[in-house]
């Protein structure tokens, strides 16, 4: 049996779908630092206004996380156990005899393969929903499960109904946790690390700014008279209509893409500060539907809101949780007598009623919200925000300034996101065409995120030389690019062929900032060097420091395979798949096992898992071809040797077995088609032409 290519050139991590983690520089000066205990932040603030405070709390917003043990229970768990089968996976939810909160998957192909993680939080108040977040090697993470109030049952979390849902490591990133939670330090060089413990729900200072000063000056005695301004606190209701409203819109806004101003980070918010000079809420033109968070910019397309006197805080008091008799009470305090509504009804009914549709929201399932969008007719009205959605960009934030050269930038930089984040391929040539305008117009701030998103455009283009020089314009990166940015010069090395170089580039950014993602990198690149020593002293640093993680011990399996250790390389692949049943570099190296064991009929079931989980895994088509050549299978070999040609470039000995199997079958023309592609790439190599000029 001749040792798979698939194993030895193609890096593990391409059947992974995971990226480096990225870091968080310097806060911006002036910014609100997140406290260094976010438990204890407001209680000063609770001193003197206690019902406000007590008032505040109750709400959702001052709900909005709470670790499991301070969360009265709410869910059941009598029905739930979800099965997702489009991925290949069954979820369960159960509290165990210590009232501790996990959830569990099991493989829906193999039932054994089970892996369970605590739910450490609870993010949302329960009014709607509850989901819940868990550690994962010292990763914030969001489970798969949320408990729908309304519907008093279990069902799969926002985003995990897709065939390549995240399982149990959807990372909670600086992002997520500004809009659900209070500030807490993000931890340099993870994409969801935070220092522990989290804030406990949204406080004061999300809205008031840091009340220190505040404080210090009232026990001080030195405060202003009672009723005048006070400038040692921010108080939103003495602002004009667009700053109270961006006070909202921080996290009552929702865009598609989010794209920070230059010097800012998500763990860093001042409030005194206009919303406008801190992040860009980006929706693309023709569409502007209605979701969970789209309150902000859904109230500006209603007629009301050409009031000045119509804010966020004219229908809802932040600190307590409206009725339907202050709804009504705040539409009557425009809509008085002199401007009666015409139904008879409207002298009891709620007004929102008639004028606020209320339904579910296009982004978050079993759910119901009330449409800030005010018409006369809601169900029969045309909703201008609900068209088709263009390739032009719109700032939602209230009073924000597109037209200069950081807006510019900004949008370049949406442009680009919604093309590597959002999967829209139309995006890609307007991103590349924007960053080349805004690098060549000049110097800026944060012209550094261009040359980054640029890079990473030409990298997907294969251009990696003109990538490299991209990067290395980068200078000092901002937040969103500072832990990435080397992994994304050492891949480019990679494709040029240049692995010393990305080991170098990797190891003086792991001293920098260690990340395990990093560390994996190495351990493959000096197995591909064949430095096989140094490699397996890298991986079991890693092993040794990570609980869930398997990527370590698969890669650590392929260093044994290399070294013809089968029994080591099926420990280890029989370790990494404890840890996660269904991890695709791990199940490539125990199929190769199986197959190198004359096993093949062991080896299918473990690629049928892997291409279920990842159709574009082109490593396993590859192998499973062999499988099914070694079952007597010879249709099923081909289709997934084609299947493996179009995911990308095949070795030449591969293209060879492909089409001599081709012409086993009279499949003339499938063999001429996978040797001219074979060609293109190897033109020198005499075996290739020669089977290529027998079935001209």
Not at 38 to 55: I, Q, S, Y
Not at 685 to 694: I, P, S, V, W
């Amino acid at each position: 049996m001749r040792i798979c290519w698939f194993l030895l050139i193609i890096p593990l991590a391409a059947c992974t779908g995971r990226e480096p983690p990225p870091a968080a520089p310097a806060p911006a000066p002036g910014a609100t630092p997140p406290p260094a205990d976010p438990a204890a932040a407001n209680t000063t603030c609770e001193d003197c206004h206690p019902e406000e405070a007590a008032r505040f709390r109750a709400t959702g917003m001052g709900r909005s996380l709470a670790p499991v043990a301070d969360a009265p229970a709410i869910e059941r768990f009598d029905a739930a156990t979800v099965d997702h089968p489009t991925s290949g996976f069954r979820y369960r939810a159960l509290r165990d005899a210590e009232g501790r909160l996990w959830q569990e998957e099991q493989l829906l192909a193999d039932p054994t393969r089970v892996r369970r993680i605590e739910a450490r939080w609870i993010l949302g108040s329960g009014n709607h929903a509850r989901t819940y977040l868990g550690l994962l090697d010292g990763s914030l993470v969001e489970l798969p499960l949320t408990w729908y109030s309304r519907r008093g049952a279990w069902d799969l979390s926002p985003g995990y109904d897709r065939p390549d849902q995240w399982r149990l490591e959807r990372p909670i990133t600086p992002p997520c946790l500004f809009c659900h939670n209070g500030l807490t330090p993000a931890l340099p060089g993870t994409q969801a690390g935070y220092a522990l413990p989290l804030a406990a729900g949204i406080g004061c200072d999300r809205c008031h700014g840091d009340g220190t000063a505040h404080a210090a000056a009232r026990q001080a005695g030195t405060g202003p008279a009672p009723g005048a301004p006070d400038p040692s606190i921010f108080n939103p209701g003495r602002e004009p209509a667009d700053r109270q409203l961006q006070v909202c819109q921080q996290c009552h806004l929702q865009g598609e893409v989010a794209v920070l101003h230059a010097g800012q980070r998500w763990d860093r918010y001042d409030p005194r500060a206009p919303l406008a000079s801190f992040v860009a809420q980006f929706r693309r033109g023709g569409s502007a539907r209605f979701t969970v968070a789209s309150h902000g910019h859904r109230l500006r397309l209603s007629a009301c809101a050409q009031d000045p006197r119509l804010t966020c805080t004219t229908c809802h008091n932040p600190h307590e949780d409206a009725t339907p008799a202050t709804h009504r009470a705040a539409c009557l305090s425009c809509h008085t007598a002199t401007r009666p509504c015409p139904d008879p009804a409207a002298a009891t009914e709620s007004c929102a009623g008639c004028h606020m549709a209320a339904g579910g929201p296009a982004d978050v399932p079993h759910v119901r919200f009330t449409d800030h969008f005010i018409r006369r007719r809601p169900t029969a009205d045309a909703d201008p925000g609900a068209g088709v959605p263009t390739t032009a960009l719109v700032d939602l934030v209230a009073g924000a300034d597109e037209g200069g050269p950081g807006g510019r930038l900004r949008a370049a930089l949406a442009q680009s996101q919604l093309w590597l984040q959002k999967r829209l391929a139309d995006h890609l040539p307007i991103a590349q065409a924007a960053l080349e305008a805004v690098i060549a117009a000049g110097p800026q701030p944060d012209l550094g995120s261009a040359h980054a998103a640029l890079g990473r455009i030409y990298a997907f283009q294969g251009r990696h030389a003109e990538a490299l020089a991209a990067f290395a314009r980068v200078g000092t990166p901002g937040f969103e690019d500072a832990a990435r940015l080397p992994d994304d010069v050492a891949a480019s090395q990679v494709a040029l062929g240049r692995l010393p170089a990305a080991l170098a580039t990797l190891e003086a950014a792991d001293r920098q900032q260690p990340t395990v993602a990093r560390q994996v990198e190495r351990g493959r690149l000096l197995r591909r060097l064949g430095r096989l020593p140094e490699a397996r002293a890298v991986l079991e640093k890693v092993i040794e420091s990570t609980t869930y993680d398997p990527s370590a011990l698969a890669e650590l399996a392929g260093v044994a395979f290399q070294q013809g250790d089968a029994a080591e390389a099926s420990r280890h692949v029989a370790a990494a798949l404890a840890r996660d049943g269904a991890y695709p570099p791990a199940l490539l190296v125990a199929a190769q096992l199986e197959l190198r064991a004359g096993r093949p009929g062991a080896a299918r079931p473990l690629l049928d898992v892997l291409v279920q989980r990842d159709p574009r895994a082109q490593p396993a088509f590859g192998l499973r071809a062999q499988v099914h050549e070694a079952l007597g299978q010879p249709a099923a070999a081909l289709a997934d040797y084609e299947q493996a040609s179009r995911l990308g470039p095949t070795p030449p000995d591969v293209a060879l077995s492909a089409a001599r199997l081709a012409l086993t079958l009279g499949r003339r023309d499938v063999a001429r088609g996978l040797l001219d592609a074979a060609l293109a790439r190897s033109p020198g190599d005499a075996r290739l032409r020669a089977l290529r000029d027998e079935v001209r």
